[in-house]
Antibody, heavy 116, light 109 residues
Framework: EVQLVQSGAEVKKPGESLKISCKGSGYSFTSYWIGWVRQMPGKGLEWMGIIYPGDSDTRYSPSFQGQVTISADKSISTAYLQWSSLKASDTAMYYC?????????WGQGTMVTVSS | SYELTQPPSVSVSPGQTARITCSGDALPKQYAYWYQQKPGQAPVLVIYKDSERPSGIPERFSGSSSGTTVTLTISGVQAEDEADYYCQSADSSGTYPGVFGTGTKVTVL
């Protein structure tokens, strides 16, 4: 079965760093892009960026360039989304999804709460 | 910035047809994709490349494209189709490799 399993919910304070993960299984991890999507509470979906684990080619939406870092470790079929200094406005559900033309397989989501 | 515009809401009676539009300047050059999201769940792809339906998606879901507007049509709407629907595409310059539409809440009356 093709699936993406994301790391668990996080509660952090402003200014802290964070790295959440997305582990793929059931398919060739290096042959598909993996993307990240933000959904703030009660709001719509936002396209953040994608990475090709085969060569780590990464594309960001201008809205998220410089705000987050997307990476991948193909040896363990895992993609990551990272913040160096969280803000309250980063509070959201974050989804990873496999990307081949479209986001065809989605992870279950990771809720990130940033609060003092 | 590049935007994809959808109506905030569409209401439809069971068995009727729901049509959801998505407008964007680059849509004549870029494929569109549609996702369904139910409360508390991850999105699900229902249409790709404007009009293709993934396996497992009911035939009542269809997509079409005309100029700068793409349309998701749900024929014979069922109560289970009540959800938020998002289009997704990209701009033609590559600056925005991916963008989601503003989202449409479909209510089954």
């Amino acid at each position: 079965e093709v699936q993406l399993v994301q790391s668990g919910a996080e509660v952090k304070k402003p200014g802290e760093s964070l790295k959440i993960s997305c582990k793929g299984s059931g398919y060739s991890f290096t042959s598909y892009w993996i993307g990240w999507v933000r959904q703030m509470p009660g709001k719509g979906l936002e396209w953040m960026g994608i990475i090709y684990p085969g060569d780590s080619d990464t594309r960001y939406s201008p809205s998220f360039q410089g705000q987050v870092t997307i990476s991948a470790d193909k040896s363990i079929s895992t993609a990551y989304l990272q913040w160096s200094s969280l803000k309250a406005s980063d509070t959201a559900m974050y989804y990873c999804a496999r990307h081949k033309d479209a986001f065809d397989i989605w992870g279950q989501g990771t809720m990130v709460t940033v609060s003092s | 910035s590049y935007e994809l515009t959808q109506p905030p809401s569409v209401s439809v009676s069971p068995g009727q047809t729901a049509r959801i539009t998505c407008s964007g300047d680059a849509l004549p050059k870029q494929y569109a994709y549609w996702y369904q999201q139910k409360p508390g769940q991850a999105p699900v792809l229902v249409i790709y490349k404007d009009s293709e339906r993934p396996s497992g998606i009911p035939e009542r879901f269809s997509g079409s494209s005309s100029g700068t507007t793409v349309t998701l049509t749900i024929s014979g709407v069922q109560a289970e189709d009540e959800a938020d629907y998002y289009c997704q595409s990209a701009d033609s310059s590559g600056t925005y490799p991916g963008v989601f539409g503003t989202g449409t809440k479909v209510t089954v009356l």
